[in-house]
């Protein structure tokens, strides 16, 4: 899948279609679109936003934090045909314990949206089914070594046998992968990311539930999927 470059972000909603069967997704790259966000920031955060991007030491992951949140009112401003400081989200129920700290979702829940961004570049998904979207820097060895334990037992087998040389890259489609999906069902990973297997070979497995897992075409140096579950279809 290819994404949707956002360049310049508009001062007013944009004239976007509905989402299609199964989702659209937006690149946005931090190094274009840095000085518009933080000049439009003011005036389309909540206090909420705000008050987190302000807890960011380093000003690389509070630009990505800005660019990723001002464009995702944005997008959902232009969706819903509201101006962007007008869209309003909750928290659904925490699906572990129950507390209002789940994913953020629309009250009436008629689009479903999903974000993720790194230094340099935010996903953003949207679909009128539930949807996950990650992205990744490739990660050096190290990383792989430290993390590689927690993936499921399959994929920790099939990174065994590449090359050194292919493992970042191997390993950082499993995790996308696993994010998204699991990002797309809103547990994250409060479940044990062991626990499904996403594959790491150029096509996406199979997943229960009706979901779909699509890597996405993102900048060299990066990974990006997105998860959709697709509706269920009458016989």
């Known amino acids: 899948m290819v994404p949707t ?12 279609a509905p989402p299609d069967d199964p989702a ?19 005036a389309v955060l909540d206090a909420e936003e705000l008050a987190r991007a302000a807890e960011f030491r380093q000003v690389t992951d509070r630009d990505g934090y800005v660019c990723a949140h001002v464009a995702l009112r944005r997008l959902l401003g232009a969706y819903l045909g509201v101006p962007a ?4 989200t909750r928290r659904d129920p925490c699906p572990h314990c129950g507390g209002p700290h789940g994913r953020p979702v629309l009250p009436d829940g008629r689009l479903h949206f999903s974000l993720s961004h790194c230094a340099d570049l935010s996903l953003l998904a949207f679909a009128t089914v539930p949807v996950g979207v990650d992205v990744e820097v490739v990660p050096d060895p190290r990383t792989i070594a430290e993390t590689a334990d927690v993936l499921h037992p399959r994929e920790a087998a099939e990174l065994a046998l590449r ?10 489609r499993v995790w996308t992968r696993k994010e998204a999906y699991l990002k797309g069902r809103g547990i994250g990973l409060a479940e044990d990311p062991a626990a499904d297997y996403v594959g790491s070979g150029a096509v996406p497995a199979a997943l229960p539930g009706g979901w779909s897992l699509t890597d996405v075409l993102v900048p060299p140096g990066h990974w990006g999927a997105v998860a959709v579950q697709l509706p269920s279809r009458s016989p």
Not at 5 to 16: D, I, K, N, R, S
Not at 85 to 88: G, I, K, M, S, Y
């Open 85 to 88: 400081a007008e869209v309003r």
């Open 5 to 16: 470059p956002l360049g310049v972000l508009h001062a007013a909603p944009v004239v976007v």
């Open 24 to 42: 659209e997704v937006w690149l946005v790259d931090t190094t274009v679109v840095r000085g518009q966000a933080a000049r439009e920031a003011t």
């Open 163 to 172: 090359t050194p040389a292919d493992r970042p890259l191997a390993f950082t």
